[in-house]
Nanobody
């Protein structure tokens, strides 16, 4: 059972930045993909960004392209989400997700492990 722990959420003014981190408890195995999802009150959970095992491939939701950067050291089970130029509509609970085997990593169904979530609040 993989345990994911996020950190780095908080309150920031519009235009500011935050960095989320997620560490997976698994040892001796490189998770094939890790990513981030978010869920705002009253809305469906949505994909934010994801990356493969070596951090060289990254996918982004259109809403965050050019503002957010997902990164991961090659072969490490830690993923980061650098969020710049934050907007009030970015306010949500951000959850880390991981999948053990190779495959797509854009929808929630692609991932088998989830973190507890970190609150990000952007004030106007």
């Amino acid at each position: 059972q993989v345990r994911l722990v996020e950190s780095g959420g908080g309150l920031v003014q519009a235009g500011g930045s935050l960095r989320l981190s997620c560490v997976a408890s698994i040892r001796d195995y490189v998770l094939r993909a890790m990513g981030w999802f978010r869920q705002a009150p009253g809305k469906e959970r949505e994909f934010v960004a994801g990356t493969g095992w070596n951090g060289s491939s990254a996918l982004y939701a259109d809403a965050v392209k050019g503002r957010f950067t997902v990164s991961r050291e090659s072969g490490k089970n830690t993923v980061y989400l650098q969020m710049n130029s934050l907007k009030p509509e970015d306010t949500a609970v951000y959850s880390c997700a991981a999948r053990a085997r190779a495959g797509p990593f854009r929808s929630a169904a692609d991932f088998g492990a989830w973190g507890q979530g970190a609150q990000v609040t952007v004030s106007s």
